[in-house]
Nanobody, 118 residues
Framework: QVRLVESGGGLVQPGGSLTLSCAAS????????MTWYRQTPGNQRELVAELSADGNPLNYADSVKGRFTISRDVAKNTVSLQMNNLKPEDAAVYYCHAPSLITPGGYWGQGTQVTVSS
């Protein structure tokens, strides 16, 4: 059974930092492209950052380039999203995603809320 569990969200002031973590079980992160998405109420999920199976960042949303960094810990089977210089528009629920050849749409975690406010 595949499970993705996000953590690390919370309330932070503008300009602050947070690190989100996605703990994976039932899927090996080093064998897959792993992606962070975010969603705000009334909007579709948008891709934030994508990490290739060989550990290289593939893609960042233009709005987060230079501020966010995606990485992984192979030993812990986790994927992280380091978020710096956070802005109010970064506030969202952040989700971790892993693709699947079996399950349409792949696998999603339950999400972690990030709030950016003074």
């Amino acid at each position: 059974q595949v499970r993705l569990v996000e953590s690390g969200g919370g309330l932070v002031q503008p300009g602050g930092s947070l690190t989100l973590s996605c703990a994976a079980s039932g899927v090996i992160v080093r064998l897959r492209t792993m992606t962070w998405y975010r969603q705000t109420p009334g909007n579709q999920r948008e891709l934030v950052a994508e990490l290739s199976a060989d550990g290289n960042p593939l893609n960042y949303a233009d709005s987060v380039k230079g501020r966010f960094t995606i990485s992984r810990d192979v030993a812990k089977n986790t994927v992280s999203l380091q978020m710096n210089n956070l802005k109010p528009e970064d506030a969202a629920v952040y989700y971790c995603h892993a693709p699947s050849l079996i399950t349409p749409g792949g696998y999603w975690g339950q999400g972690t809320q990030v709030t950016v406010s003074s």
